[in-house]
């Protein structure tokens, strides 16, 4: 009973030490990553995107897929904002594309990538998301073609009121709105890392499932039914790595976890039918795999140490004020649910700035 107890205490401390550590190592490249984001917030609106993704464009889809790589939006984030991109008269395959690639990645995740994962795949994963993204809005547009009754004139804009200036704007988005609708998925994607470094140690499961398609398939069965948004799925493909698991069979999990989920896959089927829904899995599926190929069979033996899967180093004290920084800014919203002050955030890019220049 004594050797249970001081094994669950053992590991009980391995777990919070974890946690902690993660969390520093991920902290300065997301805080820095936020404020990013709270400038892109204001710099860009759904009307302004929507203006260059209209249906006959051939180009639509790569232009989609541009600006969805750098925006912070989750996969349940993104729907609202591609439903109002439809709505202003985005074409098929562009609505397509913007919904594959933005959950996939966005400007935090692309810096806090860098910070627990290493250059190479701080670059892989974004570029994998605007090819998969591009892809398959050509494949919406050759395959599931635009109906004549689809295009639709975008509505006049309601008239604005008075609004808080863009830097007020910017900060709000950045560390209030952003991390309240990440907060539940990164605090769960850190556990998990945790919980994978207490449990297992450095290489296990690599022993295990070994390399090539058979982790691949493994982290595509994971990853597809599992929600977890891009930031939050670092921290999990951290601990999947640090527990050897290949960096292409963890990059089929950034992938796909992010970009499918139920909502998402309902809210294409209702905007774009359902040969567009397959179309899009199909490519997902496609894509993930052969980005994890590609970056296990030739990537990594080309560039070795360009991806961080070490076990983590002491972090001095402004990595810990970082981590206790964004803690805080991860645990607020609960408090704030419960005195009845929070709010579901709206889309991150706003439908009331049709210029795309700051306030």
């Not at 439809?86 to 995740?109: E, H, I, K, N």
């Not at 179309?279 to 997902?284: F, G, M, Q, R, S």
């Not at 080309?302 to 810990?320: I, S």
């Not at 929070?342 to 306030?359: E, I, Y």
Request: proline content about 8%.
């Amino acid at each position: 009973m004594v050797c249970r107890m001081s094994m669950l205490t053992r590991n009980l401390l391995k777990f919070v030490v974890g946690f902690w550590g993660v969390l520093a190592q991920m902290a300065p490249y997301l805080l820095f990553g936020f404020a990013v984001a709270g400038l892109l917030s204001v710099a860009l609106s759904a009307r302004w995107v929507a203006r260059h993704l209209r249906g006959g464009d051939r180009w639509a889809p790569v232009k989609a897929a541009l600006f969805g790589v750098p925006l912070p939006l989750c996969s349940c984030g993104v729907i609202p904002v591609t439903a109002e991109l439809r709505r202003q008269g985005a074409g098929r395959g562009a609505t397509a594309a913007f919904l594959m690639s933005t959950p996939q990645t966005g400007v935090d995740s692309m810096i806090a990538t860098y910070g627990m994962l290493g250059p190479l795949l701080a670059v892989f994963r974004p570029l994998a998301a605007f090819v998969s993204g591009a892809l398959c809005g050509a494949l919406v547009d050759r395959w599931a073609p635009e109906a004549p009754a689809d295009s639709s004139p975008p509505p006049d804009a309601a008239p604005e009121g008075p609004r808080p200036p863009w830097w007020a704007r910017a900060l709000r988005h950045g560390f209030v709105t952003l991390p309240r609708s990440i907060h539940r998925a990164v605090l769960l994607g850190l556990a998990i890392s945790a919980a994978l470094g207490a449990l297992f140690p450095p290489g296990f499961l690599g022993e295990r499932i070994g390399a090539g398609w058979g982790s691949m398939l493994l982290m595509l069965a994971l990853g597809i039914p599992l929600y977890v948004c891009s930031t939050g799925s670092i921290p999990i493909a951290h601990g999947l790595i640090r527990a050897g698991v290949s960096p292409g069979a963890a990059l089929v999990f950034l992938i796909t976890g992010p970009a499918t989920n139920a909502a998402a896959l309902t809210t294409l089927v209702k905007l774009l039918g359902a040969r567009a829904a397959a179309i899009y899995l199909a490519t997902l599926v496609a894509t993930a795999l052969g980005s994890g190929l590609l970056l296990d069979r030739w990537l990594i033996p080309a560039l070795p140490g360009a991806v961080c899967h070490a076990d983590l180093v002491a972090t001095g004290w402004a990595g810990h004020a970082a981590a206790a920084a964004l803690f805080v800014l991860l645990v607020a919203p609960f408090f704030r649910r419960r005195t009845g002050a929070g709010k579901s955030p709206g889309p991150v890019v706003s439908t009331a700035n049709p210029t795309g220049r700051h306030g």
